[in-house]
Nanobody, 122 residues
Framework: QVQLVESGGGLVQAGASLRLSCAFS????????MGWFRQAPGKEREFVSF????????NYADSVRGRFTISRDNSKNTVYLQMNSLKPEDTAVYYC???????????????WGQGTQVTVSS
């Protein structure tokens, strides 16, 4: 069974950086597309970024493109989200997810972590 554990969240000021990590336990990590999603208070969960199994297909939400970078280390079964130039509107619980298809559609992801809180103060 696949388990995902996020880490790296915290409280930072606007303009700062954070790097989130998501540790994958289970088999065949490199066959999964890994996605990051976020949910702000009172809002629906939304797509942030995904990276395909070998890293050849990457996509970002328009709201984070140019500021966030997704990467993965298949030797460590870990996916990362480097977040730069953080804004207060980036405040949310960030979730990683694993699925079989490179897509921004939440419903296509099979496994989810518990989330890590990111709070950006102005």
């Amino acid at each position: 069974q696949v388990q995902l554990v996020e880490s790296g969240g915290g409280l930072v000021q606007a303009g700062a950086s954070l790097r989130l990590s998501c540790a994958f336990s289970g088999r065949a990590f490199s066959t999964y597309t890994m996605g990051w999603f976020r949910q702000a208070p009172g809002k629906e969960r939304e797509f942030v970024s995904f990276i395909s199994g070998r890293g050849g297909n990457i996509n970002y939400a328009d709201s984070v493109r140019g500021r966030f970078t997704i990467s993965r280390d298949n030797s460590k079964n870990t996916v990362y989200l480097q977040m730069n130039s953080l804004k207060p509107e980036d405040t949310a619980v960030y979730y990683c997810a694993a699925g079989g298809i490179a897509t921004s559609t939440m419903g296509r992801y099979d496994y989810w972590g518990q989330g890590t809180q990111v709070t950006v103060s102005s």
